[in-house]
């Protein structure tokens, strides 16, 4: 009646164990680091440049404890911090022989103290938040107003195209307000225009207006253009801040969406605004240039390397390390460019991405094109007065109609790489800082210090409480209590969540739920125990007849805190995920574990005299 098959205590073993593993890293405290990431929109952090920094620890006789390589970054641990700091300058040194043009961003770090056999298993402690480590926070308005602004911009360009390549006559053509507007002299070229333009430009909804002897046709943004416009704002934004604050080398930097105009920045350890300001405020430009291909000789591209670059052109390495010799004539800027995806060569299938360009900047591009079929031509990122090349295609064609292709011995990964990155060149729109603040690292220490001492003495209150109140069942409701915290934050670090206050806050509201299942199972047993069942019996029924009503309170509490996950934003999204988490591990460990220790103490028994429950005689 109340034995547990063998399998199901592996399985709770197991969970308890894998649990203990997660959460161990936790307790290692941290040690310094050295941190590399890209310094450039178009340097990637690899395995080449994780050995280059090994290599240049070796060269330099410094001693490290680890080397990982993640997504975004390198990161070397060491044992005291006079090793970290003469790491950082060796390796510096190393990955940018031209400190004036550095390539990497070496910048110190704490990183986890957990033994490498852990993180060999992925087992990572829980980051900390802003609140917990110190740093700055900005709350970015983003002006969308500008975003669609820029958008009209770029439609009148489109019409004014679309009606000159027809030949259609008009007395003007501009935006006024959140509207463009075109002049005609008749109703019948008015139609004509109103067809070519309905054809050509779906963002728009064209109607007709008439000004004595003036015809108008105005054209205002649709709903869904005017959703599809602010949200690709927003998300450049965000892509572009991404790839801006890779200069600040943040271990675990926050940005996220807030509302749908708002954007949330969070720098943990960053303590200097001002360096922050700049960085988010700084701009990126794109611009296209053909390549010089009578320069392209071997003693050109020589002489190039060591300085002597040709009159009127400029010298740079492509991604390959291939040199290449560009004009300084720019055909084209990124302010013509509306869009940028990864797609897939129509012939030959292979991974490209497919540009789309504005009314004008198509009519320059198609130009460039016809004259230039067979040469090749540089698309370059231009950040600080400094150009990247981000690819050099070869021409195969005059290119029309304001799509453009690139393509060439790309992966799928580089296609979309390279997307982001020609989308994300310069901010969509506008943003200004509507909330700073700072935190400092002390204050962060403390906030730490006191939400573990809440939640500590919270717990150690409550198992005083059960033990004294429900005896053994009592104590077993705590350990079960400590199993849930344990699965808790292996959670936690599982997922690499963002321990915040609010997150510290969820944990002790948990232990506070998590323990009343454990009441109201051990009640439901006093309860039968009053009513003549035996031992046995009024554990078995105590069990059963308090899990559906355990399960509807945790259903309804599991609702409100998805309603806050959902629609809550910030520390309420931090508060929400922990208690959210808790709500779940609390069933599991409050029903199965619990019941899987009085199994183990009363199940083997035949008979049972008497349950170490506290007073069960009637009140």
Partial sequence: MNRYPTWKYAIIAFAVVVAFLYTLPNFFGESPAVQVSSGKATVKIDASVLARTEEALKKAGLAYTAALLDVNSVRVRFTDTDTQLKAKDAVSQALNPDAANPTYVVALNLLSSSPNWLTAIHALPMYLGLDLRGGVHFLLQVDMQAALTKRLDSLVGDARGQLRDKNIRHSGIAREGQSIRVRFRDAETRE???????????????????????????????????????????????????????????????????????IVVQLPGVQDTAKAKDILGRTATLEIRMVDEEKMNPESLAAAAKGEVPFGDEFYVERNGAPLIVRKAVVLTGDRLTDAQPGFDNQTQEPAVHLTLDGTGSRIFRDVTRENVGKRMAILLIEKGK??????????????????????????????????????????????????????????????????????????????????????????????????????????SLLQATLTLPGIAAIALTLGMAIDANVLINERIREEVRGGATPQAAISAGYERAFGTILDSNITTLIAGLALLIFGSGAVRGFAVVHCLGILTSIFSSVMVSRAIVNLIYGHRRRVQKLSIGDTSWK
């Fill in 192 to 262: 004509k225009a109103k067809r070519l333009i309905g054809d050509n430009i779906a963002d728009l909804v064209l109607t007709d207006s008439q000004d004595g002897e003036e015809f108008r046709l105005v054209g205002t943004l649709k709903q869904e253009a005017i959703k599809r416009t602010q949200d690709f704002a927003l998300k450049q934004n965000i892509t572009t801040l991404h790839n801006r604050i890779n200069e600040l080398g943040v271990a675990e930097p926050v940005i996220q969406q807030q509302g749908a105009d708002r």
């Fill in 387 to 492: 150009g990247e090349v981000v690819t050099a295609p070869v021409i195969r064609s005059e290119i029309g109609g304001g799509r453009v292709q690139i393509s060439g011995r790309m992966s799928t990964v580089e296609a979309n790489d390279t997307a982001l990155l020609l989308r994300a060149g310069s901010l969509a729109a506008p943003m200004e800082i509507i909330e700073e603040r700072t935190v400092g690292p002390s204050l962060g220490k403390d906030n730490i210090e006191k939400g573990f001492n809440s939640t500590r003495w919270g717990f150690l209150a409550i198992v005083v409480f059960m033990s004294a109140y429900y005896v053994l069942f009592g104590v077993v409701s705590s350990v079960a209590l400590g199993v849930n915290l344990l699965f808790l934050v292996a959670l936690l």
